[in-house]
């Protein structure tokens, strides 16, 4: 994926107006500190949109927003879609940039997976339909307010998924023999330090609190896996397919995992 293209599907809170912290809502958990509804300010959000507490978030009670990634769809809906102007400088505007917000968010996902696929060497021979597939999700974050507040991201995600399957497929095969499956397997708590997990379709599954220290999920398909709390420590996952930043950040690990390209060591790893 090129730099330009990551930088597109990655949060620029600089160039948002604090979207994530006003649209969405959450309750007071383990992973944030207070009760908050959609479309009211967190109480850290300061007059230029930025977080108070940013780089403390995690002591403050807050570790749900450090793993938490728009994919871009904050700037594109602040810059693009509403042309600039924030809900503060026209609050008649207010709700439906609420309203567009996590549908952009959903349709910047999926073009996150689908330039990762398109990137990838073995999927030269779908190279046409993923850039297909790249065009007309990028046409619709293109659409107007009206028509992104009401659009139904499903469909194009049951037309998406194929493609990301395919490419899967193509990538995990040079492992050879047959890749291990436990799509969407309840792996909760389980005890894999050391597993042999290069190639395997690890899709959706459920990682929480899972030992996975020393493992080696090298080529491994990631995409939707909960990592929440899972032990890395150690962990290759050199290559692995479909991962995110969020998902690491919610994970554990430290100086001897083995990240992808592009992908930075959470800072509350080293502690």
């Known amino acids: 994926m090129s730099e330009t293209r990551q930088s597109e599907l990655r949060g620029d809170c600089a160039n948002c107006f604090g979207l994530c912290c006003v649209a969405l809502p959450f ?16 109480r850290n959000l300061q007059e230029d949109f930025r977080c108070g507490i940013h780089t403390r978030l995690r002591d403050s009670g807050f570790p749900g927003c450090t793993v938490y990634d728009c994919f871009g769809a904050g700037q594109k809906v602040s810059q693009v879609t509403f042309g600039g102007v924030s809900w ?14 996590p549908v952009m968010r959903q349709l910047h996902e999926l073009l996150r997976y689908l330039a990762e696929a398109r990137a990838l060497p073995a999927t030269r021979t779908l190279h046409g339909e993923l850039d297909r597939a790249l065009a007309r999700v990028t046409a619709l974050t293109e659409g107007a307010p009206a028509d992104l507040e009401r659009f139904d991201v499903g ?4 037309e998406v998924n194929p493609l990301l399957l395919k490419s899967s497929s193509l990538v995990r095969a040079a492992v050879g023999g047959k890749p291990k ?60 397919l479909f991962l995110t930043q969020p998902q690491l950040n919610a994970a554990r690990g430290d100086a001897a995992t083995r990240l992808p390209d592009g992908f930075a060591r959470p800072a509350h790893w080293s502690r």
């Open 181 to 240: 499956s436990r799509r969407g397997a309840d792996l909760i708590g389980a005890r894999l330090r050391g597993a042999k997990l290069r190639g395997a379709d690890l899709r959706g599954a459920l990682l929480i609190a899972a030992d996975l220290s020393g493992a080696d999920l090298s080529l491994a398909d990631l995409i939707g896996a909960d990592l929440r709390d899972a032990d890395l420590s150690g962990a290759d996952l050199t290559g692995a």
């Open 27 to 42: 309750a007071k958990s383990a992973d944030f500190a207070v009760n908050k509804a959609s479309g009211e300010a967190c």
């Open 155 to 158: 469909p194009v995600r049951a």
């Open 88 to 101: 503060r400088e026209a609050p008649d505007t207010a709700r439906r940039m609420y309203e567009v917000f």
